[in-house]
């Protein structure tokens, strides 16, 4: 059996009580269908790698999030999930806003989409590219992933906190346009790093 990170251990004793028993559940669900799995922490919330990037799990206030990095090959266009009881449209991942283990599909249908991101990994396919949102400017509403990136870095979270709308819709329409996961990863990053230092996300052209 793979090695447990200790972080990850931590991260899950400090969420609320709604988030740890799912937590504990979906870590153990992914070590046991992939006993070479790693654990490590990105952006703030641990993640699940095999050759790559293959899962992540997050805690929130009152709700948990669940997602393959390849989600669309490896549950379906648009995460749908027949076995899920849970509106995957809202959250982040493929299975919307986890508030008990019961949200979530069967161990082992969760345990063959482990197994089918495993292959995907094995084989060396790339991640679909993401569309690019279409439509009239909407309100801004704050990604996930980047909420969960905000909340481990006090300082990255005061800074867009009192960024006027603008400087923040730029960070998010940037994180947003990303077409592939692993891009958006990176943004998300370099996000936080520049947030940190108080930066807003055009800063290299503000002197010009």
């Not at 909407?138 to 800074?159: G, H, M, S, W």
Request: hydrophobic fraction near 40%.
């Amino acid at each position: 059996m793979a090695e447990r990170d200790d972080r990850i251990d931590a991260y899950i004793a400090r969420s609320a009580d709604v988030a740890r028993p799912i937590l504990e559940h979906l870590r153990e669900v992914v070590h046991a269908a992939c006993p070479d799995v790693e654990e490590t922490i990105k952006w703030g919330f641990p993640h699940f790698q095999y050759k790559g990037l293959l899962c992540s799990m997050a805690a929130f206030k009152e709700h948990c999030a669940f997602g393959f990095w390849k989600g669309e090959l490896v549950i379906g266009p648009g995460g749908g999930d027949e076995a899920s009881p849970v509106d995957q449209k809202t959250g982040m991942g493929q299975f919307g806003k986890i508030t008990r283990i019961a949200d979530l599909p069967s161990k082992r249908i969760l345990t063959g989409h482990v197994k089918r991101a495993m292959k995907l990994n094995d084989e060396g396919v790339k991640a679909p590219a993401r569309s690019r949102p279409k439509g009239p400017a909407k309100e801004i509403v704050v990604p996930e992933d980047l909420a969960a990136a905000l909340a481990a870095n006090a300082r990255a979270l005061e800074t867009f906190e009192r960024f006027p709308p603008g400087h923040r819709r730029e960070y998010v329409d940037w994180i947003d346009e990303a077409k592939t996961q692993p891009t958006r990863l990176r943004r998300l990053e370099q996000a936080v790093a520049w947030l940190a230092e108080g930066k807003p996300r055009n800063w290299k052209y503000l002197n010009c």
